[in-house]
């Protein structure tokens, strides 16, 4: 079982197919749905221990993204539009209306969007992000961040007053 699969929904989750794409979806509990959407390199598994609180007094909805846990690959670049097209669509298939999304990172970047186009309950957003198009600058102001922490790696002598200073 590969790490990607770990971190994903429960064995045996359903598959629902959305524009092409099989997408990993796990669903427990009674009540309003609370539809749980994680970051990259993550699973629906992060939001296990909350599903379980909650369960109880809320049907929990788990997304596994493209590509990750135990979802399908996607024939599209993953972005935040893309996933809060896939999301809405899911919804459709589900038949879930006015979900409460709890979204982290990329997860949350997607919930903003769909809250945009179709009306939810509420939106829980943790480190939302992904909302900027990654255009020449967005390029040039990560590749400048990377070698920031490139140096800070090595032990570059200047790295540690930089880094205070940034955090300061």
């Known amino acids: 079982m590969s790490r990607l699969t770990e971190l994903g ?10 524009d092409g794409v099989q997408i990993a979806v796990s669903r427990q509990g009674v009540g309003p749905p609370v539809v749980c959407l994680h970051a990259t390199g993550h ?3 992060d939001f296990e221990a909350f599903a379980q609180a909650m369960s109880p007094r809320f049907e929990v909805i788990a997304v596994d993204w493209p590509g990750q846990g135990r979802s399908g690959p996607d024939h599209e670049p ?23 999304l709890l979204g982290n990172s990329i997860g949350g970047a997607a919930a903003i969007i769909h809250a945009s186009r179709d ?14 198009e990654v255009d020449a600058t967005v390029q040039r102001f ?10 800070g790696a090595r032990g570059a002598w200047w790295y540690r007053a930089a880094f205070a200073l940034y955090y300061g």
Not at 11 to 17: D, F, H, N, Q, V
Not at 121 to 132: F, K, R, S, T
Not at 142 to 151: H, K, M, N, T, W
């Open 9 to 18: 929904v429960p064995e045996g989750s359903p598959l629902i197919e959305v």
């Open 43 to 45: 699973g629906g598994r």
């Open 78 to 100: 993953a972005s935040a539009v893309r996933y809060a097209d896939l999301l809405g669509g899911l919804l459709k298939e589900l038949g879930v209306r006015r979900p409460i």
């Open 119 to 132: 009306e939810v309950a509420a939106l829980v957003l943790c480190d939302p992000g992904g909302l900027v």
């Open 142 to 151: 990560c590749r400048a961040f990377a070698g920031f922490f490139r140096a």
